[in-house]
């Protein structure tokens, strides 16, 4: 008999459609008499509409048929393999994991593995390790530790080990990422454009939020907002470098976007954001395509809402991500835009 406190992780699994937890178990449906994984794409169930079995077998035991979509049922050897490797990182998360350890452990060369690996989960063993210790740290900072009791908790050898990797994962130091930003300074600045305002603000470190709207003041009450506890000011002259490209872009010229970023974001929302940067100018993917080339096919819905996350507008260019069908879909800041900005790229590349 499942615990209460095991229930509520195996439906959490479910709701996010962690494919880590795949293979470790399947959830039924009394209202439809069909099991899935958890990763399943489908829409999801009531949760008291629902059950968990240790496998497909005892599922189909109890009288429930494999989903067609998720096809739990046929778990391949390979998926289960690097699924396995998830499950030890996720066990030992604060050891020093090589490939050859892993490797051991699910019966693979190590090259194998890493091949492996990063076409099922989207990254390295390594940046998987490395994001599953800053999802530690987030936490037991967020829950009220100390920033070095969650540092080592998190399995981080050094504070200096921590600040190494943060400034990639979160996008400020750890003291200030639990102080929700206090002590940071933001720049920002605003201008009129012919898709309306313009909010472009940064760090010493690089472009933190590009966001676009009706008017400036609106921009910067959800700025400071978003960053209540930092020191916000403006700085028209000081970022007049960045927002010279930007205008220029939206003037109907091409964009030339090679700027320093200092944004937060998961191991999947950093796959998918670098696949957007990658789409040529001028060209569009559709959601389903870019889930493929990042290694999560049945993770469309995931995709989807990293791409309504991606903080800089424009730089990360999520306005290029289409339905299959050729639709636009939504757009955080206005499908009238995106519909503006892929009319105007395919005019300069002579598509339009």
Request: aromatic share 8%; with cysteine; net charge positive.
């Amino acid at each position: 008999m499942n615990s209460v406190a095991e229930q509520t992780r195996k439906w959490r699994s479910v709701l996010e459609r962690d494919a880590r937890a795949d293979g470790a178990f399947v959830y039924a449906v009394r209202t439809t008499g069909v099991y899935c994984r958890p990763s399943c794409p489908s829409r999801r169930p009531k949760p008291e509409s629902v059950e968990f079995f240790t496998a497909p077998a005892v599922a189909e035991r109890a009288g429930y048929r494999p989903c067609k979509r998720c096809e739990p049922h046929q778990l391949d050897r390979q998926r289960a393999a690097a699924l396995a490797a998830c499950r030890y990182i996720d066990e030992h998360g604060d050891e020093r994991l090589t490939l050859k350890t892993l490797g051991r452990r699910v019966g693979l060369s190590p090259f194998h593995l890493q091949r492996l690996f990063k076409k099922v989960v989207g990254v390295s063993p390594r940046e998987y390790q490395e994001s599953r210790r800053i999802a530690r740290f987030k936490s037991g900072v967020s829950n009220g530790g100390t920033v070095s009791g969650a540092t080592f908790d998190a399995g981080f050898s050094s504070s200096s080990r921590l600040y190494e990797k943060s400034a990639r994962h979160l996008g400020m130091t750890p003291a200030r990422y639990r102080s929700k930003g206090a002590g940071l300074d933001i720049a920002f600045t605003t201008f009129r454009s012919p898709l309306g305002a313009v909010l472009l603000a940064a760090t010493a470190r690089g472009v933190c939020s590009v966001s676009l709207g009706a008017n400036s003041a609106q921009l910067e009450a959800a700025l400071r907002a978003e960053f209540s506890a930092a020191a916000v000011r403006r700085d028209d002259d000081g970022l007049r470098g960045y927002t010279r490209r930007i205008a220029r872009y939206l003037a109907g010229g091409k964009s030339d976007f090679d700027l320093p970023l200092d944004i937060r974001a998961t191991a999947f929302q950093r796959r998918v954001w670098k696949m957007l940067q990658s789409i040529p100018y001028g060209t569009t993917r559709s959601y389903s395509e870019i889930a493929r080339r990042t290694g999560k096919p049945n993770a469309v819905r995931a995709v989807a809402r990293a791409i309504a996350t991606n903080p800089v507008a424009l730089l990360i260019p999520c306005h290029r991500a289409i339905r299959k069908n050729g639709d636009l879909a939504g757009y955080r800041w206005g499908v009238e835009r995106k519909a503006a900005l892929l009319k105007q790229e395919r005019k300069e590349t002579g598509d339009g």
